[in-house]
């Protein structure tokens, strides 16, 4: 038995809920285990009557058998053990319990006191209106592509985009510094092409390079991206750690808003008694990273995401948080002119909709975007 | 269709090998859609023959029905599409296809032209034995908890099991900057008692701190580490990202050794059909990010690794590679000093033990750590 610690906590506590697939009956002794596995990972009866058992090792909240083998268990624990920082965060909520079977972390509520220390989407769904200048319509996005085309080329695309009326212009997420396009020479020329668009037709549209960069230069494409005239950066967590996005969004010095590609993400999705539910992974965990849009693949499209997974994300993404703006879903993945009316019906006009290599349908890049723009106004 | 692209490609080709799991006649069409997902992410059939369609979009190089709902397909990318990056490779390999159901990652394999571009362990089996004076015998290693105790605690345990003969004394991975033992206190007094224990025994024990921070506090808390007199670094690729880990591996000026945590990496996992399998993610991907050990659940403790599974890591760990040295499988996760013997003949010699909390049982730490160093001296 390890001599008893002694300290105060401030009693704020934050709340997961896991879903424990499974033998109802092993529910509870699994819940347990998980309290410490999040915390202390050590053995429990070597734990006297102390401070570090009462306030550090998480608490069950509350259970319920939802089905014959499921238990849907909310686990509490001290916003001490993040140390308020977002990485340990995500350590407590998913670190080791990624790895046992059968939990699948399903909601995650914050209290205020550690809100304040993780990102905050600076724009959200009121900001990236004003920006762009569209108080109630949806707004569009697209991505420049394909990869191999020469920073004339994407450039030229960008122009005639942004020309038709798209509101964001992004970097397609595989475009990084490749022979064929490196990042200065695109940003400089893509950035550069939508700055003349908007002069030539008073339009506002936005040039977000993709910033996925070995670690070490990371800041270093982020200003280059700044200094070209950039409106705001395609960010993929799921490669450069959701920290690194917290980080980028907390930037006075750059305050563009931020799109969250779900790259690499996908594995957390894949099983339903695991990993990680559609909701907290591109909603709530993309909020408090500092996105002001969340990507993923819309149903019914090339992907595997369910209507109610997307219906999932989206809810996320409002929901209301005190002092955490709601953002934008942005659904895509192989969306086409044909589905918008479908996709506002679903998502409302608080969305943006992206659509990308169909806008290359028929040659006619720019009249393609006005006819997407005509479809939303 | 696009005007056609004409660019030249060094003609050099990485290989990922993905299971595609459902119905083996569509398995085809699901390839090469694959092909064109992790590459161009255009419609294919607006891209010409030209440079793009030949030496950018994926190719499939072979396809192997394994089962009735299974077939293996071995898809090549150039070199060109990662830019010679890792965080763009990571996309490649997985961004998008991450997102599209039954397909899982199951091997990797990459030229040397592009090797040499990536992350290498600095140190390898071989360096390590080297660090701690054991030209043969398994190493040991512990973690420092449990979370809620004091530097002072701690560094008292980093004496004893130091004291006691363990190789390498990490922070739990737990510990990050909480108010209980802030990282600059803790670290600084963990690395002298450690210090201090190798004076008084002429033991060579590293410790070696865990760096999960904040994105723009993490090069401060390496910097803190290494004046402190840290030996090594925990390091935790699924939450600040594998390129952290490269980077960190890169940097001449710091020159240690880093062991991988799997911590909220289970969720790539946790799907037999999707994900990334056990051997790319903690063996080959650790590897190419510069992990000296790899850190993961053995079979039989308290998480859900297969024996199958840890094999497949332990193999990946020590796979030949040229140029790319073999790391040291580290299975941990809730292991006794009773599974020792077991242990070694499973793993061989080339492995680090990686036993925590019971090397508490009893309350005797330093005999404790003494029993262990005995079993496999």
Same mark, same amino acid.
């Given at each position: 038995?390890?001599?008893?610690?002694?300290?105060?906590?401030?009693? @704020?506590?934050?709340?997961?809920?896991? #879903?424990?697939?499974?033998?109802?009956?092993?529910?509870?002794?699994?819940?347990?285990?998980?309290?410490?596995?999040?915390?202390?990972?050590?053995?429990?009866?070597?734990?006297?009557?102390?401070?570090?058992?009462?306030?550090?090792?998480?608490?069950?909240?509350?259970?319920?058998?939802?089905?014959?083998?499921?238990?849907?268990?909310?686990?509490?624990?001290?916003?001490?053990?993040?140390? /308020? +920082?977002?990485?340990?965060?995500?350590?407590?909520?998913?670190?080791?319990?990624?790895?046992?079977?059968?939990?699948?972390?399903?909601?995650?509520?914050?209290?205020?006191?550690?809100?304040?220390?993780?990102?905050?989407?600076?724009?959200?769904? +009121?900001?990236?209106?004003?920006?762009?200048?569209?108080?109630?319509?949806?707004?569009?996005?697209? *991505?420049?592509?394909?990869?191999?085309?020469?920073? +004339?080329?994407?450039?030229?695309?960008?122009?005639?985009?942004?020309?038709?009326?798209?509101?964001?212009?992004? #970097?397609?997420?595989?475009?990084?510094?490749?022979?064929?396009?490196?990042?200065?020479?695109?940003?400089?020329?893509? *950035?550069?092409?939508?700055?003349?668009?908007? @002069?030539?037709?008073?339009?506002?549209?936005?040039?977000?390079?993709?910033?996925?960069?070995?670690?070490?230069?990371?800041?270093?494409?982020?200003?280059?991206?700044?200094?070209?005239?950039?409106?705001?950066?395609?960010?993929?967590?799921?490669?450069?750690?959701?920290?690194?996005?917290?980080?980028?969004?907390?930037?006075?010095?750059?305050?563009?808003?931020?799109?969250?590609?779900?790259?690499?993400?996908?594995?957390?999705?894949?099983?339903?008694?695991?990993?990680?539910?559609?909701?907290?992974?591109?909603?709530?965990?993309?909020?408090?990273?500092?996105?002001?849009?969340?990507?993923?693949?819309?149903?019914?499209?090339?992907?595997?995401?369910? @209507?109610?997974?997307?219906?999932?994300?989206?809810?996320?993404?409002?929901?209301?948080? #005190?002092?955490?703006?709601?953002?934008?879903?942005?659904?895509?993945?192989?969306?086409?002119?044909?589905?918008?009316?479908?996709?506002?019906?679903?998502?409302?006009?608080?969305?943006?909709?992206?659509?990308?290599?169909?806008? /290359?349908?028929?040659?006619?890049?720019?009249?393609?975007? +006005?006819?997407?723009?005509?479809?939303?106004?």
């Amino acid at each position: 038995m390890l001599p008893p610690s002694r300290f105060d906590v401030s009693g @704020e506590r934050l709340t997961a809920v896991y #879903d424990l697939h499974g033998d109802p009956s092993l529910a509870r002794g699994r819940a347990e285990a998980l309290c410490v596995e999040q915390t202390i990972e050590f053995p429990a009866d070597l734990v006297p009557d102390d401070s570090i058992r009462s306030d550090v090792i998480g608490r069950i909240e509350s259970e319920e058998r939802l089905t014959d083998d499921l238990v849907r268990t909310t686990v509490s624990y001290a916003v001490e053990t993040t140390g /308020h +920082e977002l990485p340990q965060l995500l350590n407590v909520l998913f670190g080791n319990s990624s790895l046992l079977p059968g939990i699948k972390l399903v909601d995650v509520h914050i209290p205020a006191s550690l809100r304040r220390y993780l990102g905050r989407p600076r724009f959200g769904i +009121e900001g990236l209106r004003s920006l762009v200048d569209a108080p109630r319509r949806p707004l569009l996005a697209t *991505a420049l592509k394909p990869m191999g085309s020469s920073p +004339e080329r994407l450039a030229a695309f960008a122009y005639d985009l942004a020309a038709g009326g798209i509101d964001m212009i992004k #970097d397609d997420h595989s475009l990084a510094n490749q022979p064929f396009a490196q990042f200065d020479a695109r940003v400089k020329a893509c *950035a550069d092409a939508v700055g003349r668009a908007n @002069e030539d037709t008073g339009g506002r549209s936005l040039y977000m390079p993709s910033i996925n960069a070995p670690f070490d230069e990371l800041d270093a494409r982020l200003g280059t991206a700044v200094d070209a005239g950039a409106g705001g950066f395609l960010v993929m967590p799921g490669i450069t750690g959701f920290d690194h996005m917290r980080a980028v969004a907390a930037r006075n010095d750059v305050a563009l808003p931020i799109m969250g590609h779900p790259a690499f993400l996908g594995g957390y999705v894949s099983s339903p008694v695991g990993g990680i539910s559609h909701g907290v992974l591109f909603g709530t965990l993309m909020r408090y990273a500092g996105a002001d849009m969340s990507i993923f693949p819309n149903f019914g499209g090339r992907f595997s995401f369910s @209507e109610r997974a997307c219906r999932e994300i989206a809810d996320a993404c409002s929901s209301g948080i #005190d002092g955490v703006p709601a953002i934008m879903p942005t659904p895509g993945g192989g969306m086409n002119r044909g589905r918008v009316s479908e996709m506002i019906d679903f998502y409302g006009h608080d969305v943006v909709l992206l659509i990308g290599g169909d806008l /290359h349908r028929g040659g006619e890049l720019r009249a393609n975007a +006005e006819a997407f723009r005509r479809a939303v106004s």
